[in-house]
């Protein structure tokens, strides 16, 4: 669809930004199921079909430079995962926990998040210093490195 709508046809003024998903196998959602009963396996297995659907996205799509660009927040957030001094110089303190206390990502607020637990100022989560809020729904920091990149794109690239 994206090759169609932006070179084909009446409209080829069309601007398009795709988005490869972060390692699945990174999330707080991940991290839950391989710690409970059968889950051995989980995070690999949510890895593979990361990388699986990325990769197929990436093969259908063709980059144009001019009419298309990717946003790989698949990169970007491996970086932050594997590396703890790039994980530092984005604020992120915790890469691995959901900031959000309430089930219901909707009923989260600054006023619903994880509590200290030992160090209040390295382990309280706050909507600047968690990667994610919920499961699989990334924190405003998560938010801000996915905008970023977008911008960055569109920024470089003769749209």
Excluded: M
């Excluded at 999330?27 to 409970?36: K, N, W």
């Excluded at 009923?107 to 968690?130: F, I, N």
Aim: aromatic share 8%.
């Amino acid at each position: 669809q994206f090759d169609r709508v932006t070179r084909y046809g009446s409209n080829d003024k069309a601007r398009a930004l795709y988005v490869l998903i972060p390692n699945v196998g990174d999330t707080p959602y991940a991290y839950a199921e391989e710690s409970g009963a059968g889950g051995v396996g989980s995070r690999a297995l949510l890895t593979s079909l990361t990388r699986a659907f990325n990769d197929q996205l990436r093969s259908k799509i063709t980059i144009n430079g001019r009419s298309i660009g990717q946003v790989n927040i698949f990169d970007t957030f491996q970086n932050i995962v594997n590396n703890p001094k790039a994980a530092a110089q984005a604020g992120i303190l915790n890469i691995t926990g959901s900031a959000c206390v309430p089930d219901d990502i909707l009923q989260c607020t600054s006023l619903t998040l994880q509590p200290a637990t030992t160090d209040p100022v390295a382990d309280a989560a706050t909507e600047a210093t968690w990667l994610w809020a919920k499961g699989v729904y990334f924190g405003p920091i998560g938010h801000s490195l996915l905008s970023s990149n977008a911008l960055r794109i569109i920024d470089n690239n003769p749209f």
